[in-house]
C-alpha cells in the first residue's frame, strides 16, 4: 500500500481510536486501566463501562478484523488490582465476542500485562500492509512503511478549550508517515501541545509539522483535521 497522502489523508477516525481500512484494523492507544481509581474520580464514571461502551462504538462503526491495544493498557507500574484486571480482560472478551481479534502490544506502564492480559504481549505489531503499531515510549528498531503510536496523549487548546487530538507527520520517525493517538482514557493528563517547541518522543521529530486532529467531545465521531502547527501557533493562546 502507498504511504497516505502527506496533506489530505490521515486515517479514519473515530472517538479516540484510527481505523486503519487496507488491513481492517482498529487502533487504541493508553486505556490506563485504574486511572480513575488513581484520580479517585470512579463516582463520576464508571471506568470500565465508559471504556467498553466507546469501544463497541469505535468497533461498531468500523468493523474491523483485529483491534491492537497499542500500549498502556495498564495505569499503576506494579501488580494490577483485581478491579483493573476485571477491566483489562472485560475489554479482549468483549473484542473476542464481536468476532474480532483482540492484539495486545507492551507501553512503559505495563511491565505486568502478560499476568492478566489473556494472550500473547507483544512489542510491536506489524500489520499486512507494513505499518508498524508501537506504543512509542522508544524507538522501534524494526523499519516500516508507516508507524502508529500512543504514549503522548496529546492535546491542543483552541478557543480557551482543551481538547484531546491525533498527531500526523507525513514524514515523521525515519521519514515515514506517523499517526499519534490520543489517550484513549478519559481520565489521562493530556500533554498541550501548542505550549511545547519540541517533546521527547522518538517518534515525533518536531511538533510543528504534526497536524492535529482533533477529537470532538460534542458526538462527531471523526476528527477535525488543523494544518501543521507551525501554521497555528500564532492563532493559539500559549
Known sequence: MSPPNPV???????????????????????VHAGRAAAANAGILLDERRDLLDRLAAA??????????FAGDLLHRFGTPSDRTTGTIRALAGAVRAAGVQPVAVAGNHDGRLDAVWPGPVHDTY???????????????????????????????????????????DPTGYHDRPTLVLPAFS??????????????????VPTLDD?????????????????????????????
Open 126 to 168: 506489524r500489520l499486512d500492509d507494513d505499518t508498524l503499531v508501537c506504543h512509542g515510549h522508544e524507538a522501534p528498531e524494526a523499519d516500516a512503511k508507516r508507524y502508529v503510536c500512543g504514549h503522548l496523549h496529546p492535546a491542543i487548546e483552541i478557543e480557551g478549550r482543551k481538547r484531546d487530538c491525533f498527531l500526523y
Open 210 to 238: 504534526c497536524r492535529p486532529g482533533v477529537v470532538d467531545r460534542d458526538g462527531v465521531s471523526e476528527a477535525l483535521w488543523f494544518p501543521p502547527l507551525a501554521d497555528l501557533r500564532s492563532y493559539l493562546r500559549r
Open 8 to 30: 489530505s489523508d490521515p486515517e479514519p477516525t473515530h472517538d479516540r481510536a484510527a481505523y486503519l481500512p487496507a488491513t481492517g484494523t482498529l487502533v487504541v492507544a493508553d
Open 59 to 68: 468497533t461498531s462503526a468500523t468493523a474491523p478484523e483485529t483491534v491492537v
Open 186 to 203: 478519559r481520565f489521562a493528563a493530556g500533554l498541550r501541545i501548542e505550549r511545547r517547541e519540541c517533546i521527547d518522543a522518538p517518534l
